[in-house]
């Protein structure tokens, strides 16, 4: 496990913009699938985006395709997910996570296969 801080929620205006920060400890952060996951009360924490160590490939939710972007910069431990053209159905705790473990190709987008979580950041976007 890593520790992951978060930072840069907020609260924004529909059609805003917001961006993210994930850094992570240790030095292996190039090795670590890195995603976002964001959850509201009384629902289940849902995937958001994420991205790949291997080849930066990233993946998104239907609900934020096209208007989210996740990447990465392994030089300074950090993933960033870069919100555009927000709505109030974004509101949500963002969470950031990292699978360690360098044993899966794929990005997982189910919450159980990330064993380091951050703190989470609150987004709220009013209309």
């Known amino acids: 496990q890593v520790q992951l801080v978060e930072s840069g929620g907020g609260s924004v205006q529909t059609g805003g913009s917001l961006r993210l920060s994930c850094t992570a400890s240790?030095?292996?952060?190039?090795?670590?699938?890195m995603a976002w996951f964001r959850q509201v009360p009384g629902k289940e924490r849902e995937f958001v985006g994420g991205?790949?160590?291997?080849?930066?490939?990233?993946g998104y939710s239907d609900s934020v395709e096209g208007r989210f972007t996740a990447t990465r910069d392994n030089g300074k431990n950090t993933a960033y997910l870069q919100m555009n053209s927000l709505t109030p159905e974004d509101t949500a705790l963002y969470y950031c996570?990292?699978?360690?473990?360098?044993?899966?190709?794929?990005?997982?987008?189910?919450?159980?296969?990330?064993?380091?979580w951050g703190q989470g950041t609150q987004v709220t976007v009013s209309s």
């Open positions: 240790g030095d292996s952060f190039s090795r670590y699938h």
């Open positions: 996570a990292a699978d360690t473990s360098g044993k899966r190709h794929l990005l997982p987008e189910v919450a159980l296969y990330y064993d380091s």
């Open positions: 991205i790949r160590w291997k080849d930066n490939r990233t």
